[in-house]
C-alpha cells in the first residue's frame, strides 16, 4: 500500500488525532510539515488539497481531504478491520456524532483555544477558554465515571477526536488533576497499540 500524505502542524492536536488515527490502524503514511509561518498552507498547490487552507489534510493515492474529523471517517469506514471505531446501532452512531460534534466546539473553543493563546500566541479570550475547557471536563469526568469509553465498552473514532487538545490541555494552562476519570481516560487512550504521541510545548502558569 503506498503511503498515506498526511499534511500537517506537528503541534496542531487536528493533525495529531488523524497521525494517531492512521498509527491506531496501522497503516502507512508519511508526514509533509507546512511552513505555515511563511504561508505554505496558502500555497496554491496545497489549495487544490485543502480548499480553506487549513491542516491537517491526506492525500491517499490521489484522493484528497481536508478536515480532521472527516478524515477519521474516511480512514475507518475505508481501512479499519474492526467495526468497532465506527458503530452503526442508531443511537451508537449518534452518540460518536455527538462527540465528534462537541470536538469541533467545546474542545475546539476550551482547551484548544487556552493552547492557541499560550502555544502560538494566538489573540484569543484565555480566561473565557479556560472557563470553558473546565466546564467541558467536569461534564466528561461525570461522564466517564464507570465507563472506559466515550460511547462503548470499546475505544471509537469518539475518542480519538477527543484525545488530542484534552492531552495537552496543560499547555494551555488548564489542569487536568481535579478530572482523574478524564486523566484515566488519556491513559486507556495512551495504552492502546500503535499509539503515537504528539509533539509537546512548555506549560505555562495552569489555571
Known amino acids: 500500500m503506498t503511503p498515506i500524505k498526511l499534511y500537517r502542524n506537528p503541534k496542531s492536536g487536528h493533525c495529531h488525532r488523524v497521525e494517531l488515527m492512521l498509527a491506531l490502524l496501522d497503516l ?9 509561518a511563511n504561508g505554505a498552507h496558502k500555497a496554491p498547490e496545497y489549495l487544490k488539497i485543502s480548499p480553506f487552507g487549513l491542516v491537517p489534510a491526506i492525500d491517499d493515492g490521489g484522493y484528497t481531504m481536508a478536515d480532521s474529523n472527516a478524515i ?25 456524532q455527538r462527540w465528534l ?3 469541533a466546539d467545546n474542545i475546539y473553543s476550551g482547551p484548544c483555544a487556552a493552547r492557541l ?27 466517564l465515571d464507570g465507563r472506559n469509553w466515550l460511547v462503548t465498552e470499546a475505544i471509537t473514532i469518539a475518542d480519538v477526536a477527543g484525545y488530542s487538545y484534552i492531552a495537552h490541555a496543560p499547555e494551555g494552562g488548564v489542569d487536568l488533576a481535579p478530572y482523574p476519570n478524564v486523566r484515566a481516560w488519556l491513559a486507556r487512550v495512551e495504552a ?7 509533539a509537546t510545548s512548555p506549560i505555562p502558569e495552569l489555571a
Open 28 to 36: 502507512p503514511y508519511e508526514t509533509i510539515d507546512l511552513d505555515m
Open 72 to 96: 477519521l471517517v474516511y480512514l475507518v469506514q475505508t481501512y479499519a478491520k474492526e467495526s468497532k471505531w465506527m458503530p452503526q446501532g442508531p443511537k451508537q452512531a449518534a452518540e460518536v
Open 101 to 103: 460534534t462537541v470536538a
Open 117 to 143: 493563546v499560550k502555544v502560538f500566541g494566538v489573540d484569543l479570550d484565555h480566561s473565557a477558554a479556560v472557563t470553558k475547557a473546565h466546564d467541558l471536563f467536569k461534564m466528561m469526568d461525570a461522564h
Open 192 to 198: 492502546e497499540p500503535k499509539f503515537v504521541s504528539m
